[in-house]
């Protein structure tokens, strides 16, 4: 059974990459995949009560993630449709893509810090969208969106979900973890920024002609309370999480629920035709469905390589095979890029002892950094990665020849800083 789910998963992960060659949309391969893998396992399966409960259990996951999706897609989609992006890109002056590219690369690791890496790609891209003309310049722009996102998720706490983990489980304290991964994560971003700054020297680019719904439909007024609520609520979310213990996808649905009824209360005296454009219910209708498709099979698919203890075993390999601890943890950062990186993270906790490795030790801290910026390699490799896809519609196949050598260059010289500066520390 074991290998039959490992050959299903490796073909269904071609399609997905192949998608264009072989004109197969990836959320239909991505689907399918899930589905088939779950046959299998309960088919072949044993104990089928025990299955039924793991599907339960890994649906509820699932749907954390996907509602959480959903609701921050659906809040950038409000604030767009009241022009709520005019406020950040009427402040931009300079025409250079260089000058362009530090900036958002810098608010991107900052702001993923913050919030998380997921939304942040999220309204990030989206905000590229509205300055940058060009698809090949708003292609290179997502792409280092997704790096400067995840490197900036990795050294915070709150940043990522796999730090999110350590963190509650308490293998590292969040003090610790700022201390120890900034500057590795500063460089994961840095050296991929500075090729990508060389190659675009000299460039200049163009914001696109959007189309103007006029002062009188989206007055400054309108404009600026949905722009500042819809950010408010972004930014709270790990607030949320804090204070009340809930998921986070509860913060964000509790948000956009407050977003959606201020929206009512402004446009109540418009015209049915004149509000509609506005309103969330219509925001629910252009966000891209497809993609959350294919996340929800990703993510399902991923989980039955975890139920059937597939990761764990490849953990176990490494352990045996390579030995040396600090290899281990940057071939299980090599492998986030491939699949999901909180499985391999919880068998990693599972597989080391506290005992042996104490909280902001060597292994949790590198472990944090590898499995949050090796996702960066292939553009499917994380959750900031699969949301850039779906907004631009980057190819796998174009993210792998033109950013994953970048990507692999950033994640092999941050991690050589934090060997350096722990020994040095240490």
């Given at each position: 059974?074991?290998?039959?789910?490992?050959?299903?998963?490796?073909?269904?992960?071609?399609?997905?990459?192949?998608?264009?060659?072989?004109?197969?949309?990836?959320?239909?391969?991505?689907?399918?995949?899930?589905?088939?893998?779950?046959?299998?396992?309960?088919?072949?399966g044993h104990d089928h009560e025990g299955i039924a409960e793991q599907l339960r259990e890994t649906i509820g996951t699932t749907a954390g993630i996907i509602f959480f999706l959903?609701?921050?897609?659906?809040?950038?989609?409000?604030?767009?449709?009241?022009?709520?992006?005019?406020?950040?890109?009427?402040?931009?002056?300079?025409?250079?893509?260089?000058?362009?590219?530090?900036?958002?690369?810098?608010?991107?690791?900052?702001?993923?810090?913050?919030?998380?890496?997921?939304?942040?790609?999220?309204?990030?891209?989206?905000?590229?969208?509205?300055?940058?003309?060009?698809?090949?310049?708003?292609?290179?722009?997502?792409?280092?969106?997704?790096i400067a996102a995840n490197a900036g998720g990795a050294w915070s706490p709150i940043g990522d979900v796999t730090t999110t983990m350590l963190w509650i489980g308490g293998q590292?304290?969040?003090?610790?973890?700022?201390?120890?991964?900034?500057?590795?994560?500063?460089?994961?971003?840095?050296?991929?920024?500075?090729?990508?700054?060389?190659?675009?020297?000299?460039?200049?680019?163009?914001?696109?002609?959007?189309?103007?719904?006029?002062?009188?439909?989206?007055?400054?007024?309108?404009?600026?309370?949905?722009?500042?609520?819809?950010?408010?609520?972004?930014?709270?979310?790990?607030?949320?999480?804090?204070?009340?213990?809930?998921?986070?996808?509860?913060?964000?649905?509790?948000?956009?629920?407050?977003?959606?009824?201020?929206?009512?209360?402004?446009?109540?005296?418009?015209?049915?035709?004149?509000?509609?454009?506005?309103?969330?219910?219509?925001?629910?209708?252009?966000?891209?469905?497809?993609?959350?498709?294919?996340?929800?099979?990703?993510?399902?698919?991923?989980?039955?390589?975890?139920?059937?203890?597939?990761?764990?075993?490849?953990?176990?390999?490494?352990?045996?095979?390579?030995?040396?601890?600090?290899?281990?943890?940057?071939?299980?950062?090599?492998?986030?890029?491939?699949?999901?990186?909180?499985?391999?993270?919880?068998?990693?906790?599972?597989?080391?002892?506290?005992?042996?490795?104490?909280?902001?030790?060597?292994?949790?801290?590198?472990?944090?950094?590898?499995?949050?910026?090796?996702?960066?390699?292939?553009?499917?490799?994380?959750?900031?990665?699969?949301?850039?896809?779906?907004?631009?519609?980057?190819?796998?196949?174009?993210?792998?020849?033109?950013?994953?050598?970048?990507?692999?260059?950033?994640?092999?010289?941050?991690?050589?800083?934090?060997?350096?500066?722990?020994?040095?520390?240490?």
């Amino acid at each position: 059974m074991l290998i039959a789910l490992s050959a299903v998963f490796v073909v269904v992960y071609a399609a997905i990459a192949l998608e264009h060659p072989i004109r197969i949309d990836k959320s239909a391969s991505a689907l399918f995949g899930a589905g088939l893998l779950w046959s299998i396992y309960a088919v072949v399966g044993h104990d089928h009560e025990g299955i039924a409960e793991q599907l339960r259990e890994t649906i509820g996951t699932t749907a954390g993630i996907i509602f959480f999706l959903m609701g921050a897609m659906t809040i950038v989609e409000v604030i767009d449709a009241h022009d709520g992006f005019e406020i950040i890109t009427s402040q931009i002056r300079t025409k250079k893509l260089t000058t362009l590219m530090w900036l958002v690369c810098g608010v991107t690791f900052f702001l993923s810090a913050a919030l998380d890496n997921l939304t942040t790609a999220i309204v990030m891209v989206s905000l590229i969208g509205k300055l940058l003309d060009k698809q090949s310049d708003r292609l290179l722009f997502a792409a280092m969106i997704v790096i400067a996102a995840n490197a900036g998720g990795a050294w915070s706490p709150i940043g990522d979900v796999t730090t999110t983990m350590l963190w509650i489980g308490g293998q590292i304290t969040a003090l610790e973890i700022v201390k120890a991964l900034f500057l590795a994560s500063v460089v994961n971003m840095l050296i991929p920024l500075l090729v990508v700054s060389y190659q675009l020297r000299g460039k200049t680019f163009t914001a696109p002609e959007l189309e103007r719904r006029g002062e009188d439909f989206t007055p400054a007024f309108e404009r600026n309370v949905i722009f500042t609520l819809g950010v408010a609520v972004l930014i709270l979310v790990p607030a949320f999480k804090a204070v009340t213990h809930l998921p986070p996808f509860m913060g964000i649905l509790f948000g956009l629920g407050t977003l959606w009824l201020a929206g009512e209360v402004i446009h109540r005296r418009k015209q049915p035709q004149e509000r509609k454009q506005l309103t969330v219910a219509h925001a629910l209708t252009q966000i891209d469905l497809s993609s959350i498709v294919f996340f929800l099979g990703i993510l399902l698919s991923v989980a039955t390589l975890e139920h059937t203890k597939i990761l764990t075993a490849l953990a176990g390999w490494l352990d045996q095979t390579i030995g040396r601890t600090d290899a281990i943890v940057i071939a299980l950062g090599l492998l986030s890029a491939i699949v999901d990186n909180v499985p391999l993270v919880a068998a990693s906790m599972g597989m080391y002892a506290m005992a042996q490795y104490p909280p902001d030790s060597f292994l949790w801290e590198f472990i944090a950094y590898c499995a949050g910026t090796g996702g960066s390699i292939l553009i499917i490799g994380s959750a900031a990665g699969v949301a850039a896809m779906g907004i631009e519609k980057i190819q796998f196949i174009w993210y792998m020849r033109r950013i994953s050598g970048l990507a692999l260059l950033g994640y092999f010289s941050g991690a050589a800083v934090y060997i350096l500066q722990y020994r040095m520390f240490h």
